[in-house]
Antibody
Framework: VQLVESGGGLVQPGGSLTLSCAASGFTFSTYALSWVRQAPGKGLEWVSG????????FYADSVKGRFTLSRDNSKNTLDLHLTSLRDEDTAVYYC????????????????WGQGTLVTVSS | DIQMTQSPSTLSASVGDSVTITCRAS??????LAWYQQKPGKAPKLLIYKASSLESGVPSRFSGSGSGTEFTLTISSLQPDDSATYYCQQYNTYPTFGGGTKVDIK
């Protein structure tokens, strides 16, 4: 069971970026997934979640209207599209699997990727 | 948003000690509470879910308790490998995390 993030990098304020998460080792479509971020030296912040089928998405107020979460169950991939980026979006972004399969519920996360760093700076 | 307040923010204890970390929610979250361990440069690791259920593969010296608004994580016999930062997370509604407790070994 593995999640591998990619797509992080340096972007200017106001810019855009797409993060990807590739999953393996489990039945991808049966699990909801979320992104959790961690600013340098700070705590954890849930960013967004998506149901197994992709039909329901949820966002933290801090990113609503700027980030878009989607998944491709044929490719076992999860994408987070970040737009209108701000300095405070600088963080390591983790892809995380909800612990329980089935319908979307806010949940604990028992599988995490290694994270990908997004740096917003001019 | 539900605010999660962890205490203490840091603690130092000796190998073999029992340590307890507390997490308080700003409103009731029933038993929708998880605990994570995070080591520097690594992703968090789930220890406890549903307030007191031990995640598979996690040593039995870790235990969780509580319901409503007050929860605790106890490490019954602290080991050198337990040096880490611990976070609580509520998932009764949109998930929020506590500020973390850094555990050092004396």
């Amino acid at each position: 069971v593995q999640l591998v993030e990619s797509g992080g990098g340096l972007v200017q304020p106001g810019g855009s970026l797409t993060l990807s998460c590739a999953a393996s080792g489990f039945t991808f479509s049966t699990y909801a997934l979320s992104w959790v971020r961690q600013a340098p030296g700070k705590g954890l912040e849930w960013v967004s979640g998506i149901s197994g089928g992709g039909g329901s998405t949820f966002y933290a107020d801090s990113v609503k209207g700027r980030f878009t979460l989607s998944r491709d169950n044929s490719k076992n991939t999860l994408d987070l599209h970040l737009t209108s980026l701000r300095d405070e979006d600088t963080a390591v972004y983790y892809c995380a699997r909800h612990r329980f399969s089935g319908n979307y519920n806010h949940d604990s996360f028992n599988v995490w990727g290694q994270g990908t760093l997004v740096t917003v700076s001019s | 948003d539900i605010q999660m307040t962890q205490s203490p923010s840091t603690l130092s204890a000796s190998v073999g000690d029992s340590v307890t970390i507390t997490c308080r929610a700003s409103q009731t979250i029933n038993r929708g509470l998880a605990w994570y361990q995070q080591k520097p440069g690594k992703a968090p690791k789930l220890l406890i879910y549903k307030a007191s259920s031990l995640e598979s593969g996690v040593p039995s010296r870790f235990s969780g308790s509580g319901s409503g608004t007050e929860f605790t994580l106890t490490i019954s016999s602290l080991q050198p490998d337990d040096s880490a930062t611990y976070y609580c997370q509520q998932y009764n509604t949109y998930p929020t995390f506590g500020g973390g407790t850094k555990v050092d070994i004396k």
